[in-house]
Structures are given as C-alpha cells and as structure tokens.
C-alpha cells in the first residue's frame, strides 16, 4: 500500500509563495510518475504539473508555467511544488498523485493509482 501526505498549504497574500511537499511511502518511489492537481470550490480537479521518474522532464498547465515548479528528492520519497507570484485564482485543495505504473510525466488523473488527502491552499487579494 502507498501512503501520500502533502504539507505546505496555508493563507498567503497575492504576489507571495508557498512550498508544497508530498511524502511518500512505498519502496520504488524512484520508479513513480508523480503529479500535482487540484480541485477549487464548485470546480472539477485540474493538472498543475508533473514530473517523471528521475525528475529530468516536466509538465506545467499553462496557467501556472514561469511562477510553479516541481521538483523531487528520491532519496527522500518526496515531491515539492514551490509556488511563486501567488494569485487569488489559485485558490484550491491541492492534491499529490503518484502511479506506480507509469514512470513518465503524466497530466490526466486517470494515469494515477494513488492520491493524497490534499491540503487548502488560499490566495488573498
């Protein structure tokens, strides 16, 4: 069984940053594709971003490319999203995925097979 904890999520003024971290369980962490999503209020769940095995490729959505990055630390069985230039629309639960099938970047929730309980993530304007 694969376990997912983020942490990180908070209130934060418009313009600010917050760093996300996903700790997961599971031996072949090194071997899972592992993404980054999340759901605002009212709103279906939508890709942020993705990263692949070795976190040597990544995918962003575009609302988020130049002020989100995702990186990870194998060694650690961690995944970060660091978040800058916060804005008000980026208000949502966050939510970590990891497939432990799929070693590639992956930007739809259907190549996931595990997921966090997410955490609140408030952008004031």
């Known amino acids: 069984q694969v376990q997912l904890v983020e942490s990180g999520g908070g209130l934060v003024q418009a313009g600010g940053s917050l760093r996300l971290s996903c700790a997961v369980s599971?031996?072949?962490?090194?071997?899972?594709?592992m993404g980054w999503f999340r759901q605002a209020s009212g709103k279906g769940r939508e890709f942020v971003a993705a990263?692949?095995?070795?976190?040597?490729?990544?995918d962003y959505v575009d609302l988020v490319k130049g002020r989100f990055t995702i990186s990870r630390d194998n060694a650690k069985n961690t995944v970060y999203l660091q978040m800058n230039s916060l804005k008000p629309d980026d208000t949502a639960v966050y939510y970590c995925?990891?497939?432990?099938?799929?070693?590639?970047?992956?930007?739809?929730?259907?190549?996931?097979?595990?997921w966090g309980q997410g955490t609140q993530v408030t952008v004031s304007s």
């Open positions: 990263i692949n095995w070795s976190g040597g490729m990544t």
């Open positions: 995925a990891a497939s432990t099938y799929r070693t590639d970047v992956i930007v739809t929730t259907l190549g996931y097979d595990y």
């Open positions: 599971g031996r072949t962490f090194s071997s899972y594709g």
